[in-house]
């Protein structure tokens, strides 16, 4: 066979070989979460569309918590990492698949505040519009709404680790209650009980600084 008729030969190959792995991709997105799970303890490419249908909630998550993009990357990667490695000891109970995620993310997040030995939260303002802002900004009414906003950043990084992560899932990922009780693995009144207590002490630190929160 010539040089170019193995070229030729070559090339029908990887046509065949990606044409065959997309079909594959495409079979494994049809699946269910809960199939698409047991099929990822053996199959590496069915954990692939897990990290695609995942990856971007599990960053935002982070990076709400560490404020660093970089940072956020590193820990986004090192919980599929860790979930790799483990999903085959991983029994489904009921709970989302995520909220096994988000457990492993809070711990390596957790981690990593402890060893920087600080706590620093990015700016939820578009999760915390209950501080009041003016309907037609001006100059002076931007700079006291970004005032406002970082009033209420410090009151939040003083709350204990439970609250702080509440707000973000109930803020941020725009969960429900019953969905948050899945992740931080409470009852959901419990987690009711939660906000409910978190509500009135942001209420009551904001008040001690002059402002207000709906």
Same mark, same amino acid.
């Given at each position: 066979?010539?040089?170019?008729?193995?070229?030729?030969?070559?090339?029908?190959?990887?046509?065949?070989?990606?044409?065959?792995?997309?079909?594959?991709?495409?079979?494994?997105?049809?699946?269910?979460?809960?199939?698409?799970?047991?099929?990822?303890?053996?199959?590496?490419?069915?954990?692939?569309?897990?990290?695609?249908?995942?990856?971007?909630?599990?960053?935002?998550? *982070?990076?709400?918590?560490?404020?660093?993009?970089?940072?956020?990357?590193?820990?986004?990667?090192?919980?599929?990492?860790?979930?790799?490695?483990?999903?085959?000891?991983?029994?489904?109970?009921?709970?989302?698949?995520?909220?096994?995620?988000?457990?492993?993310?809070?711990?390596?997040?957790?981690?990593?505040?402890?060893?920087?030995?600080?706590?620093?939260?990015?700016?939820?303002?578009?999760?915390?519009?209950?501080?009041?802002?003016?309907?037609?900004?001006?100059?002076?009414?931007? *700079?006291?709404?970004?005032?406002?906003?970082?009033?209420?950043?410090?009151?939040?990084?003083?709350?204990?680790?439970?609250?702080?992560?509440?707000?973000?899932?109930?803020?941020?990922?725009?969960?429900?209650?019953?969905?948050?009780?899945? *992740?931080?693995?409470?009852?959901?009144?419990?987690?009711?009980?939660?906000?409910?207590?978190?509500?009135?002490?942001?209420?009551?630190?904001?008040?001690?600084?002059?402002?207000?929160?709906?």
């Amino acid at each position: 066979m010539t040089i170019s008729k193995q070229a030729a030969q070559l090339s029908r190959w990887q046509r065949v070989i990606t044409h065959t792995k997309e079909q594959k991709t495409q079979a494994l997105a049809q699946l269910s979460e809960a199939e698409l799970v047991e099929r990822a303890k053996t199959d590496a490419e069915a954990f692939g569309v897990l990290y695609e249908r995942h990856v971007d909630a599990i960053f935002n998550y *982070v990076y709400y918590r560490t404020s660093d993009r970089t940072v956020a990357e590193d820990l986004t990667a090192r919980t599929f990492y860790n979930a790799l490695n483990k999903i085959s000891s991983y029994v489904q109970r009921g709970a989302p698949f995520t909220s096994w995620l988000y457990r492993i993310a809070h711990n390596l997040t957790a981690n990593w505040h402890r060893d920087q030995k600080r706590w620093k939260i990015s700016s939820l303002n578009d999760a915390f519009e209950g501080i009041h802002r003016s309907s037609a900004p001006t100059p002076q009414a931007e *700079v006291e709404r970004r005032e406002s906003v970082a009033i209420l950043m410090d009151v939040i990084a003083e709350l204990p680790d439970d609250r702080q992560q509440l707000l973000l899932l109930k803020y941020v990922e725009n969960m429900s209650n019953a969905e948050i009780s899945r *992740v931080m693995g409470r009852t959901e009144g419990a987690v009711k009980s939660l906000y409910h207590r978190t509500l009135i002490a942001l209420r009551r630190k904001l008040k001690m600084k002059g402002f207000s929160l709906e």
